[in-house]
């Protein structure tokens, strides 16, 4: 047994140790690289600068934008608190310092300038180990319209090696910055900028340093960062609420009446959704919503039957107007039954359509009599819509109530790439000091319609030396193919898996350019190998873009479930057991 | 706490350039880097419009939809009549739509333009 295949075993006789403990211990001996992991809320913040974390989506707020990602390369997206009061309860711990004058209330303190043009602050010192990272922010309640800064200093009274938040900002919210440390001791200052005019009064609260890792990615345009999401069913008001018993009763919000000369008989609870009974005699009442079919993609419409006389499948879930060329099969309970199937028990029923080269849009219908009238009674509840290659082992049924309220558990989170402009990326990542890499990626990919780049070393991956990148597809309209790829000094070894969008896959390997040798496969599958010359060398000391290639081209239209990225050689069987980790996160097959 | 909504905003390439400073003028930095995605009719360069598509704050939304809220408040901010009066016309020719009600694709298409080419990838 090699050294390498040592770090990934455990103690007792080579038995594997928790998946989630083997990603961690990826980087124990301080590799380059970086693991973005979207399930994990406590990584991400709506804003570049790390001050409004994101929260759970679909719980009745607009997806989050993601403009900061943490990296949890180091076993924490943010390390233990570094300023011992952050209560100011008492001063304890801060300073006064340029002659400012500081007092405590209600949590906050209030730091008034001696003089303007002066720094007036009040500061305190953190304990950090130099060349590591430290997230810093604190939130300012009040100020007299005079500048304010947050600052970190070498020294507790004079300004030396610097980072603070710009010299012309005087708005209350929150302050923040990224610094690297230099020293073992550094001083945050709260109070007054370089640029006023007049005694500056400021009030802070809530100050807080945390280690993170240099390898954050971020996104300081708005419209440019990916968003949060959990949404797998297309539908809306799937809990069938609004609905009302009668002939025909009325339909429950957000559906509309297709055909409605049956009644609605009952609407009953049925945990927090609805349950309609439905009762037709030579006649019929079904409810439809519209949506949108994408060519040669296959569409999953489920219903819950909770009771029913004889009715055939078709009679509970039918379309309107379905694309030209699409293709009908019916399932129930899991089995491949026929459209003309009598549905007399209770089950989960499934029809799902195989659009063909041309999509539209399209209604699905809900009901008793979807394909004429019928005679019967039946009681319908929780539809669902989704593609059907969209996760698997995902919860049958997804509540939706409206774009923004929807159920999340058991529904794997993701980053929602939008194909148009949406990108991530970092300050510079040093791989110079290795030839190897190793990477695994969760993704799902919605359009071949043009490049996408899931990520890239260099803004120009392609022409710059020593760098690598994921691209699918690799050329617009055209092989649809997954593309791993890296470049040496001089030219490019690369390898290519097909995949038609829309598609998930979990795809792991690593390239070296020094060998030069490539092995990478997707969902497991057999592995792609390639010894192609690169010229040698190694990595180099570029930043990392994910979604869009130098945040100018090649936008990824998907979903990133998750990216890990490691700065030497890993042992196949631990690549194998990373990709069975995110697999277990994506739920991808 | 920030309410987000969603927006696709085009831009034709004559102001493209102001629109990027007003926008981080309004919006800070969040509102920097914008209209990074060139269109023309044909799909090929040189653009004749740029785009924007994705989450942005409330608050701005309202202001690009309400020209009396937008002077408002970039008069309080202290811009004079002129770069007032250039600002509004600025808004006005935009194209601004609500994601949630029609995707950039489809805004690409009832405005009669394509995302231009940009070169293969390798």
């Known amino acids: ?589 | 706490m920030t309410n987000w909504t969603h927006r696709t905003i085009i831009v034709p390439d004559a102001v493209v350039v102001p629109a990027r400073l007003a926008c981080e003028a309004l919006a800070g930095a969040g509102g920097s880097g914008m209209y990074s995605v060139p269109l023309s009719p044909t799909g090929e360069l040189p653009a004749t419009h740029w785009a924007s598509s994705g989450p942005i704050d409330e608050e701005f939304a309202e202001l690009l939809a309400n020209p009396d809220a937008l002077v408002a408040v970039a008069s309080a901010a202290g811009l004079d009549s002129a770069p007032l009066a250039a600002l509004v016309a600025l808004v006005a020719a935009s194209d601004i739509s609500d994601l949630a009600l029609e995707s950039f694709d489809d805004a690409l298409a009832r405005l009669g333009l394509q995302r231009c080419n940009q070169e293969a990838a390798a």
């Open chain 1, 1 to 589: 047994m090699g050294g390498l295949d040592r770090v990934f075993r455990g103690r007792r006789g080579g038995q594997e140790r928790p998946l989630a403990a083997i990603i961690a211990g990826l980087w124990r001996n301080g590799e380059q690289g970086v693991w973005y992991d979207p399930s994990d809320l406590s990584t991400m913040f709506q804003d570049a600068t790390g001050t409004l974390p994101c929260y759970m989506p679909g719980q009745g707020q607009v997806d989050p934008p993601v403009g900061m990602l943490l990296d949890k390369r180091l076993g924490f997206a943010l390390g233990p608190e570094r300023i011992t009061n952050t209560e100011f309860q008492t001063l304890n711990g801060w300073t006064a310092v340029r002659g400012a004058s500081a007092t405590v209330s209600g949590g906050a303190v209030t730091v008034t300038t001696a003089n303007p043009q002066d720094w007036g602050s009040v500061s305190t010192p953190i304990a950090t180990e130099p060349g590591k990272s430290y997230l810093v922010k604190v939130l300012m309640t009040s100020g007299n319209g005079q500048n304010v800064q947050l600052l970190v200093s070498e020294s507790a009274v004079n300004h030396v090696n610097i980072t603070n938040t710009g010299s012309s900002r005087n708005a209350v919210g929150y302050y923040s910055l990224v610094f690297k440390a230099t020293k073992t001791v550094h001083y945050v200052w709260l109070g007054s900028s370089t640029n006023t005019a007049s005694v500056g009064v400021s009030s802070w609260v809530a100050p807080s340093v945390r280690e993170i890792s240099a390898n954050y990615a971020f996104q300081a345009t708005t419209t440019s960062r990916p968003t949060l999401s959990a949404r797998y069913n297309l539908l809306t008001n799937t809990s069938f609420a609004g609905a009302i018993a009668g002939a025909p009763g009325t339909a429950p919000t957000g559906w509309a009446f297709g055909f409605a000369t049956g009644e609605i008989t009952a609407v009953t609870p049925l945990g927090p959704d609805f349950a309609i009974q439905i009762a037709a005699s030579s006649s019929r009442l079904i409810f439809t919503q519209q949506l949108t079919a994408a060519p040669n993609v296959a569409y999953s419409h489920w219903i819950d039957v909770l009771e029913t006389t004889a009715i055939t499948a078709i009679n509970f879930i039918a379309l309107t107007a379905p694309p030209s060329g699409a293709t009908m099969t019916y399932w129930f309970n899991g089995e491949l039954i026929t459209s003309s199937t009598v549905i007399s028990n209770p089950g989960r029923l499934e029809m799902r359509m195989l659009v063909g080269s041309t999509g539209g849009s399209y209604y699905v219908r809900f009901g008793v009599g979807c394909s004429g009238n019928t005679t019967g009674i039946a009681t319908i509840a929780r539809p669902d819509v989704r593609v059907t290659n969209d996760g698997v082992g995902l919860p049958p049924y997804q509540r939706v109530l409206d774009s923004n309220t929807y159920d999340t558990v058991g529904f794997p989170l993701y980053l929602r790439f939008d194909g148009v402009d949406d990108f991530l990326q970092t300050a510079s990542v040093d791989f110079s000091g290795t030839g190897v890499v190793t990477m695994a990626t969760a993704y799902r990919k919605l359009s071949d319609a043009a490049v996408g780049e899931i990520f890239a070393l260099s803004g120009n991956p392609t022409a710059s030396s020593g760098t690598f990148g994921f691209y699918t597809p690799e050329s617009a309209n055209g092989t649809a193919a997954a593309v791993f790829f890296a470049r040496g000094a001089s030219s490019i070894i690369s390898g290519q898996r097909l995949g038609a969008a829309p598609i998930s896959c979990v795809a792991g390997g690593w390239v070296s350019i020094s060998m030069p040798y490539m092995r990478y496969r997707i969902n497991q599958g057999s592995s792609l190998t390639s010894s192609a010359a690169t010229g040698g060398g190694n990595f180099g000391n570029y930043p990392l873009y994910i979604g869009r290639r130098s945040g100018t081209s090649f936008p990824f239209n998907g979903r990133l479930y998750s990216l890990i990225i490691r700065g030497t050689a890993t042992p196949d069987a631990t690549i194998a057991q990373v990709e069975r980790h995110l697999n277990s996160k994506a739920r991808i097959y």
